[in-house]
């Protein structure tokens, strides 16, 4: 199984751009500097806890061209761009039906749905009868999710790090 992962992630890896074949680009120029960072392209813990929390936003935010709008935000905040790109598929065509029901339910908590019992035309008229709550609890996703997928990142790393430790001194005390 390891094998086939390795394998598919090589494959992948041969065809997508380097980030210097990305600074070479015409349109890209003016952020070529940034594109060629260390950080935005390596595993740092503060560029991937930046990179989970704009992924994340983003995921909650749009329906459509998440990647490419977490990608330029990651340029800007100088994020891990490969991670943002990764957490935007938190919501995709399978989970956001499901993604949607919670955020209505958790809307109507700030924002009351419409309770007219004027009766409802159609489908559309049912839609935008729901738009509001759902916006407002996509919105609320959006925020706490990057606020806490930013701490999640950075409180695990101190618990990798502080178990890393341990075990070394359990070691060296073991060896001698």
């Known amino acids: 199984m390891a094998g086939l992962f390795q394998s598919q992630l090589e494959r992948l890896r041969q065809h997508l751009p380097t980030p210097e074949q990305l600074a070479r680009q015409r349109w890209?120029?003016?952020i070529a500097h940034r594109l060629t960072e260390h950080g935005q392209w390596?595993?740092?813990t503060e560029s991937v806890a930046r990179g989970v929390a704009i992924g994340l936003f983003w995921a909650f935010v749009l329906p459509f061209a998440q990647?490419?709008?977490?990608?330029a935000h990651c340029v800007w905040w100088r994020a891990n761009i490969p991670v943002a790109a990764a957490t935007t598929f938190i919501t995709n065509p399978f989970t956001i039906g499901g993604w949607l029901y919670l955020a209505y339910h958790v809307g109507v908590w700030f924002v009351?749905?419409?309770a007219s019992l004027a009766p409802v035309d159609g489908w559309f008229d049912r839609l935008q009868e729901l738009g509001w709550p759902t916006v407002v609890g996509?919105?609320?996703f959006a925020v706490v999710g990057a606020v806490a997928g930013y701490?999640?990142?950075r409180a695990g790393s101190r618990l990798w790090?502080?178990?890393?430790?341990a075990r070394r001194a359990q070691r060296q005390r073991a060896a001698s």
Do not use: G, N, S, T
């Open 28 to 30: 890209l120029r003016p």
């Open 42 to 44: 390596h595993a740092r």
């Open 67 to 71: 990647i490419l709008f977490a990608a």
């Open 112 to 114: 009351p749905a419409d």
């Open 138 to 140: 996509m919105a609320l």
């Open 151 to 153: 701490l999640l990142v």
């Open 161 to 165: 790090l502080h178990w890393r430790i």
